[in-house]
């Protein structure tokens, strides 16, 4: 079985330029989570999707971050302007069904912002 | 909310035993332990969805005490393999999203 794939894996930017995550879930997952990790800290999730629908994006900066599922199937996290504080690793988790089922995580994409 | 997890860091020899617990200002539904190696993703470990509710494989288990709103991760005989980040993982009751704790930092020595 494939696993969450997630590209790039590596990103250098200057701060206020932009950039995009890729995120492919593992086949016939509903469920896609958008997590930002940054260095010594738990993941934070940013947005969760069930489907092409958004479950919660409560904890997203909306005035900068976006991200979108189209079809229910891949999704792409963008952030603009980028901030210093951005700086950390973007992971996306897929899991079957909505509840209380196993998340599977992607490598996750390391952003600096310089 | 974020569940809290103690302690912070551990640093034990290896066959020694560890706990970790995951507390929650929230009634729990279900609690989720991962563990993750440096540089790479966050791996499931496993799910405990009631209280009461014990599971364990190999010598990691975990129980859910969902009167206290906590579970605990118990590492018997650890070995070197044991070494990274524990994080627990908590969906509280009505919620849908899944939320960590800053995780707990595990080393084993020789």
């Known amino acids: 079985e494939a696993g969450v794939a997630q590209s790039p894996r590596y990103k250098i930017i200057e701060k206020r330029q932009s950039v995009a995550f890729w995120c492919n879930p593992i086949s016939g997952h509903a469920t896609l989570y958008w997590y930002q990790q940054i260095l010594g800290q738990g993941p934070k999730l940013l947005i969760q999707?069930?489907?092409?629908?958004?479950?919660?994006d409560s904890q997203l900066p909306k005035d900068r971050f976006s991200a979108e599922r189209l079809k229910g199937v891949d999704s792409t996290l963008k952030i603009q302007p980028a901030k210093l504080e951005d700086s950390a690793v973007y992971l996306c988790?897929?899991?079957?069904?909505?509840?209380?089922?196993?998340?599977?995580f992607g490598q996750g994409t390391r952003l600096t912002v310089v | 909310q974020q569940p809290v997890q103690s302690p912070q860091a551990v640093i034990l020899r290896e066959g020694e035993d560890a706990v970790i617990n995951c507390s929650s200002s929230?009634?729990?539904?279900?609690v989720h332990w991962y563990r993750q190696k440096h540089g790479e993703a966050p791996v499931f470990l496993m799910i405990l969805l009631k209280g009461g509710e014990q599971k364990g494989h190999d010598k990691i288990s975990a129980s859910f005490n969902e009167k206290k709103q906590q579970s605990s991760l118990y590492l018997t005989a650890s070995q070197l393999s044991y070494s990274g980040t524990y994080f627990c993982g908590s969906r509280s009751q009505g919620a849908q999203k899944l939320v960590f704790g800053q995780g707990t930092r595990l080393t084993i020595n020789p």
């Open positions: 999707f069930q489907n092409n629908g958004v479950v919660d």
């Open positions: 929230k009634a729990l539904y279900s």
């Open positions: 988790a897929s899991s079957s069904v909505r509840g209380n089922t196993e998340a599977f």
